[in-house]
T-cell receptor, first 109, second 116 residues
Framework: GDSVTQMEGPVTLSEEAFLTINCTYTATGYPSLFWYVQYPGEGLQLLLK?????DKGSNKGFEATYRKETTSFHLEKGSVQVSDSAVYFC????????FGAGTILRVKS | NAGVTQTPKFQVLKTGQSMTLQCAQD?????MSWYRQDPGMGLRLIHY???????DQGEVPNGYNVSRSTTEDFPLRLLSAAPSQTSVYFC???????????????FGPGTRLTVT
């Protein structure tokens, strides 16, 4: 069945560091891909999405590129802030929305 | 718009008790779903609905029931609570759930359930 694999956390970075959170997927067909973010005590919010190969999703300085050849959708940000501390979920939708396990990001000032 | 609302925010049950988690949305979304979130396991789909009167099972449906009598409401019933159902439960909605549509899912704030 469809699945999403994310790098394990927690990821701890200093402010202004470069962020990469790896995400790979297995799916039949051509799924849409998403990154969701969950701030402490809240529900998930859509961060960015891509619907076809080579699409780049971007929002709030985060970006991710849909790589069909490597079945990946890695999340990147050039300079993280303390306010980016949260749990990040990679997800795909083919006939259902399937989530990865989530990666905790902690940013220190 | 209130978005997706869930009640209660917290609940403690004893083993064997039953209860209903409420979920409502005011965005006229066709698709609604329930997830549970457990540490290290991401979100797992319990049940979902593609419209009023239509429900289907997700990945982990055992021990839970749902119904969808209106577009707005999608309650989740725990029939006989077990400690394994201790989790955080999220309700979500979107414009459509079929196929590979990229519609955003809107999540409620969650219900933290503890079963002792």
């Amino acid at each position: 069945g469809d699945s999403v694999t994310q790098m394990e956390g927690p990821v701890t970075l200093s402010e202004e560091a470069f962020l990469t959170i790896n995400c790979t997927y297995t799916a039949t067909g051509y799924p849409s891909l998403f990154w969701y973010v969950q701030y402490p005590g809240e529900g998930l919010q859509l961060l960015l999405k891509a619907t076809k190969a080579d699409d780049k999703g971007s929002n709030k300085g985060f970006e991710a590129t849909y790589r069909k050849e490597t079945t990946s959708f890695h999340l990147e940000k050039g300079s993280v802030q303390v306010s980016d501390s949260a749990v990040y979920f990679c997800a795909l939708r083919s006939n259902k929305l399937v989530f990865g396990a989530g990666t905790i990001l902690r940013v220190k000032s | 718009n209130a978005g997706v609302t869930q009640t209660p925010k917290f609940q403690v049950l004893k083993t064997g008790q039953s209860m209903t988690l409420q979920c409502a949305q005011d965005m006229n979304h066709e698709y609604m779903s329930w997830y549970r979130q457990d540490p290290g396991m991401g979100l797992r789909l319990i049940h979902y609905s593609v419209g009023a009167g239509i429900t289907d099972q997700g990945e982990v449906p055992n021990g839970y029931n749902v119904s969808r009598s209106t577009t707005e409401d999608f309650p989740l019933r725990l029939l006989s609570a077990a400690p394994s159902q201790t989790s955080v439960y999220f309700c979500a909605s979107s414009y459509s759930g079929g196929g590979r549509e990229s519609y955003e899912q809107y999540f409620g704030p969650g219900t933290r359930l503890t079963v002792t």
